[in-house]
């Protein structure tokens, strides 16, 4: 099994900052693409930014060049640097990381808990 725990949530002003951190633990393989989610209240969750093994990055509209993805292999992890955030920023942070199992050529998707992101005056 594989477990993703993110970090870095919180409360923060109109164009305040944050970083998220994922980090991924278990059975682990290779670690394929991660990405960050975002799920605001009511809504479906969307992909915010996705980032590949060899660091390729690609992001939603919506974030422009507000937000920045990154890794670090050598700890399993990746983060989401957000800049000048808005209220409609709002809402659950998911980390999904794509994982093959040891000995193996299946991949799975696997995601973290989840961390809250409120942006308010």
């Known amino acids: 099994q594989v477990q993703l725990v993110e970090s870095g949530g919180g409360l923060v002003q109109p164009g305040g900052s944050l970083k998220l951190s994922c980090t991924a633990s278990?059975?682990?393989?290779?670690?394929?693409?991660m990405g960050w989610f975002h799920q605001a209240p009511g809504q479906q969750r969307e992909l915010v930014a996705h980032i590949t093994s060899a660091g390729g990055t690609r992001y939603n509209d919506s974030v422009g060049d507000r937000f920045i993805i990154s890794r670090d292999n050598s700890k399993k992890s990746a983060y989401l640097q957000m800049n000048n955030l808005k209220p409609e920023d709002t809402g659950v942070y998911y980390c999904?990381?794509?994982?093959?199992?040891?000995?193996?050529?299946?991949?799975?998707?696997?995601w973290g808990q989840g961390t809250q992101v409120t942006v308010a005056a």
């Open positions: 999904r990381a794509n994982v093959r199992a040891p000995g193996t050529f299946e991949s799975h998707n696997y």
């Open positions: 278990g059975n682990i393989g290779i670690l394929n693409d």
